[in-house]
């Protein structure tokens, strides 16, 4: 067996970083793409008998290259020319006796790939198999399609994909391996007619494509599972593998964690620092989003005074007290640049609003609960000797899942206000509470009774929609809301956000369900987490729990293990304040299928087995779970 690696191109999508290299000499966390691949297909050797590679932008770079890596299978070279006027179909043209020679494993220079990959091609029993991963966002270039026995029905090149039929594609992977006989029966007299009628500047998968429509292609499609693979056309896709090949675990961690989001391109990932309501929107109202998606983007958003309306409209509140944001983060920008005094934080919190100001402004509060609790009466005792311009509230608390009951707050709404004190309400995760809907404060008659009063809430949680980003903020302190509102850019909003707020009415009753059902699934999640030995799952009315991480484990290597592991991330909050001497994790609540693949995760890195005798309370003594209902809204 002979391997064939195409690496004539330009790369010119890199930029700078094949200004003077040729596409496969660029690095993925200090390594080559070229020096990776040599070394798995090295690992091969002695049944492996020689490595052609077919040269053309820089060769000679790479041949020197080359020539310096401890290789022991023979690597022979095959020049391509006119590299800069021709496709890859010309290179494999180049290369078309060598395909003659011996049996084939083919590929392209730009791919990044587990050492596991090619041992599923080389398990394979079939001669001639194209390796096909189920079609991802990510991904681009040729497709197929395969019927029940993997064999190919359809080479589809990218100018004939079809977005309606995306579920029903497989991306070729750009590994291939040929049979001797089959180079010689099929693909090397249709590759040297297919390129004597139709030029060199095509790709080399046009030819599997015109085979495919044979009766007896002799070419079949083996379908990857979890292996990983990426191919690199652009800077994007380089930082994107950067992250999933890192070698250190604690660096994969890291390069994860510092993306903020976007884990949409990595489809194996399970995303449990997503805090959202995996049961909503329904699919009626994600189709009707995608009827109007077309005109929506050629068109602008209305302005900050229209989607206040909408906004007002959406929560129920006089427009002139509402501010529509980007994201609530938007807004909790603009709101700490108005602030004055220092700021009394209850800790741990979501750092966004204390991070906006100076260390030395921040007036910490650190309950005496170990469990993180608190009353009205405990902040009130605490701050009433301190100098503070403004209190905030996160409430249900981030990490904490703590919520202080509405009366409460009505409390501390009265406190502060007889004594000047603007207090922030940040209830973004409320609707997850249970005996919502009356535990939030955007109503008229309490924003009016207590002016001092800020309201933040993100329609991201529990609405389901966090790519959309919106978020709002009210306060019948009107000068407030006012200065907001020109702060922000007149166009904050995009328009598919603006009709999603226009269309949500309709949908109130899924609402409704959807919040019912979470509750149901959050309780049943929190008694299989709570046995996992090493967790202490704490009480939430959020959409997540804080968990305390005990000893042995560490939450850090907690985290990496399930990442690198099982695919699986979650929050690490051993760092944040508060936390200090003691060790936390945050996981969001997904559906029942995710929750469960989490818990048996967990129990696999301690060799545990869920048991019906475990507490269920995760070792918060008195705590009973309290019967969520959500009421139906009024009609």
């Known amino acids: 067996m002979q391997a064939i690696i195409l690496a004539a191109g330009m790369g010119k999508r890199l930029g700078a970083l094949t200004r003077n290299n040729t596409k496969c000499m660029i690095q993925v966390n200090g390594v080559t793409l070229i020096e990776r691949m040599m070394r798995q297909l090295d690992r091969l050797s002695p049944s492996l008998e020689k490595i052609v590679i077919v040269t053309g ?3 000679e770079k790479l041949k020197t290259f080359l020539s310096r890596l401890d290789i022991s299978t023979p690597v022979e070279y095959v020049d391509n020319p006119l590299y800069a006027s021709t496709n890859n179909i010309y290179s494999l043209y180049l290369a078309k006796e060598h395909l003659l020679q011996d049996d084939t494993l083919l590929f392209e220079s730009d791919l990044i790939f587990e050492d596991s990959v090619i041992d599923a091609l080389l398990r394979h029993p079939y ?7 189920k079609f991802e966002s990510w991904m681009d270039g040729t497709v197929v399609t395969l019927d029940e026995d993997d064999n190919i029905r359809q080479f589809i090149p990218g100018s004939k994909f079809s977005y309606k039929k995306k579920t029903e594609y497989f991306k070729t992977v750009n590994i291939y391996k040929f049979s001797r006989e089959f180079s010689r029966t099929h693909y090397v007299p249709f590759l040297t007619a297919y390129s004597k009628a139709l030029g060199n500047n095509e790709y080399y998968e046009q030819v599997l494509r015109v085979i495919a429509l044979l009766d007896k292609p002799e070419i079949k499609a083996l379908r990857l599972g979890g292996e990983a693979w990426y191919e690199i056309d652009d800077i994007q896709d380089l930082d994107i593998a950067a992250s999933i090949f890192t070698p250190d675990r604690e660096e994969h961690l890291r ?12 489809p194996r990932i399970r995303d449990f620092c997503y805090l959202v309501n995996p049961y909503f929107p329904n699919k009626r109202l994600m189709s009707e989003l995608k009827a109007n998606f077309e005109r929506l983007v050629r068109e602008y958003p209305s302005g900050m005074r229209v989607n206040s309306l909408l906004a007002a409209k959406y929560f129920g509140i006089s427009q002139e007290y509402i501010c529509i944001g980007n994201g609530a ?6 709101l700490m640049s108005r602030l004055e005094g220092k700021m009394g934080v209850i800790y741990p919190t979501f750092e966004e609003y204390p991070n906006r100001v100076k260390p030395d402004m921040v007036v910490p509060f650190h309950t005496a609960s170990r469990n993180f609790t608190y009353t009205a009466d405990d902040l009130m005792e605490f701050f009433s000797g301190k100098d503070i311009g403004t209190l905030l509230l996160v409430n249900p608390g981030n990490p904490s899942g703590f919520f202080l009951p509405k009366g409460d707050v009505l409390r501390l709404c009265l406190w502060t206000k007889t004594r000047g004190i603007r207090l922030i309400v940040d209830e973004s995760f409320v609707d997850f509470s249970c005996g919502m809907p009356d535990n939030t404060l955007l109503k008229d008659g309490i924003l009016e009774e207590y002016p001092h009063l800020a309201v933040v809430n993100s329609i991201s949680k529990s609405y389901g929609v966090p790519g959309l980003r919106l978020g709002i903020l009210a306060s019948a302190d009107r000068e407030l809301a006012a200065w907001i509102k020109k702060d922000v850019s007149i166009w904050n909003i995009n328009s598919i956000a603006e009709f999603y707020m226009q ?17 149901k699934e959050r309780d049943r999640f929190m008694q299989e987490l709570s046995r996992v030995p090493f967790l202490n799952v704490f009480p939430s009315q959020a959409n997540y729990f804080m968990c305390e991480v005990k000893p042995p484990m560490k939450a850090r290597s907690l985290t990496g293990l399930l990442l690198k592991n099982h695919s699986i991330l979650v929050k690490d909050c051993s760092r944040k304040k508060g936390f200090e001497g003691r060790e936390f994790i ?9 929750n469960d693949a989490l818990v048996r995760a967990m129990h696999a890195e301690t060799g545990s087995e869920p048991s019906s005798t475990c507490p269920t309370n995760g070792g918060m003594a008195g705590y009973t779970r309290p019967a969520c209902q959500y009421p139906n809204p009024k009609p």
């Open 57 to 59: 932008y820089e060769g």
């Open 127 to 133: 001669p001639s198999l194209a390796l096909v991963a």
């Open 255 to 266: 390069l994860m964690e510092s993306r903020y989001g976007g884990y949409w391109r990595y």
């Open 329 to 334: 983060a938007e807004l909790i920008k603009a």
């Open 503 to 519: 269309i949500f009415g309709k949908y109130e009753q899924s609402y409704v369900r959807a919040c019912n059902r979470f509750m």
């Open 586 to 594: 945050r996981i969001a609540v997904r559906d029942a299928t995710d």
